[in-house]
């Protein structure tokens, strides 16, 4: 029979993920061909989302999950999740249903019978979303495709299935600075995409602040992209020519037509000018040596307080 590992982050998902599970099992039952496996994984959740995830797993034989010693962020819950799958597919997804069990069907379909090696999920528009929010998302999607050798389809969502082959190629990028979204592009393979309405979560609320999505932004362009770093060399190279243009014209001022020009206000202009320059570079510098800090330290990626992934292993010896 094939298998399928859905794996879930989570973080302060008490409210909404008995839930979850119990509408995902819906969908599963409408799919006795297939083995389904719940891995969810408690990002350092502050709420009793551990405790919720005990009683899933004594409850249903098919939810395993895994629990973090401290929240190392979504990123790492993914990796986590698929570094401990052992399925023929992987699903990956949310677990305030917003991304819904209902498209599973057509996820399976694409990569079982119609030969992908991925079928990711995008949305077509949220409801509730602010203007600026979606102006803001549009604006990061275009840039990234831009500036990034990675190529991704405007509200391309982490919501998604793959094959074992797949899942295998990503947990060979093990960076500790991860943009999941990049790395199923970078890794190629098939993909077909499939987009779906998404709607306010109805349980719960989101952990998800402009200031995270800035970040995660920055994370995205960051790890794909030398291009700022370029725009630093090409802005200094403009710069400089444009202040080579300034004192021959001032020379010649001064030299040939004898105008007396008055230093005090272009000194000023010029000194605040190519001071705001500097911190902007460096601070573009300063972000790419910090990620190279912290690749060097070569620290785990997660750690694991509590599981019953071993209970399992110990059931198969």
């Known amino acids: 029979m094939t298998t399928i590992d859905i794996v879930v982050p989570c ?4 409210e909404g993920l008995e839930h979850f599970v119990l509408e995902t099992n819906k969908v599963i039952d409408t799919l006795p061909e297939y083995s389904f496996r719940y891995i969810l994984v408690n990002d350092g959740s502050r709420d009793k989302t551990y405790l919720v995830m005990k009683k899933l797993a004594q409850q249903f034989d098919n939810v395993k999950y895994i629990s973090f010693s401290r929240n190392f962020g979504k990123e790492a819950a993914m990796y986590a999740g698929m570094q401990h799958s052992t399925a023929d597919y992987v699903i990956v997804m949310d677990a305030d249903l917003q991304h819904p069990p209902a498209v599973f069907p057509q996820l399976i379909d694409a990569v079982v019978n119609e030969g992908y090696d991925c079928c990711a999920t995008k949305r077509d528009e949220r409801e509730g979303e602010s203007a ?11 840039l990234s495709n831009k500036l990034t050798d990675v190529s991704m389809p405007y509200g391309a ?7 074992r082959q797949m899942v295998d190629s990503i947990m060979e990028l093990s960076e500790v600075q991860r943009f999941s979204k990049g790395i199923f592009s970078w890794v190629g393979f098939n993909t077909k995409w499939i987009s779906f309405k998404t709607v306010e979560r109805q349980l719960g609320k989101t952990t998800w602040k402009f200031s995270s999505l800035f970040k995660y932004a920055i994370d995205g362009i960051a790890c794909f992209s030398v ?26 001022q001064t030299l040939i037509f004898g105008i007396n020009t008055p230093g005090y206000v272009t000194l000023l202009c010029a000194t605040l000018f190519l001071g705001g320059i500097m911190e902007f570079s460096i601070g573009i510098l300063g972000e790419y040596i910090g990620r190279i800090y912290m690749e ?12 019953n992934l071993d209970d399992e292993e110990k059931g198969d010896e």
């Open 11 to 14: 973080y302060n998902e008490e």
């Open 132 to 142: 600026f929010r979606g102006l803001f998302s549009k604006l990061f999607f275009k």
């Open 157 to 163: 969502m982490d919501y998604r299935i793959m094959s």
């Open 227 to 252: 291009a700022p770093l370029r725009f630093i060399a090409l802005m200094g190279a403009i710069i400089s020519g444009g202040a080579l243009i300034y004192i021959l014209i001032t020379l010649i």
């Open 296 to 307: 060097t330290k070569d620290r785990p990626i997660y750690i694991i307080h509590h599981t």
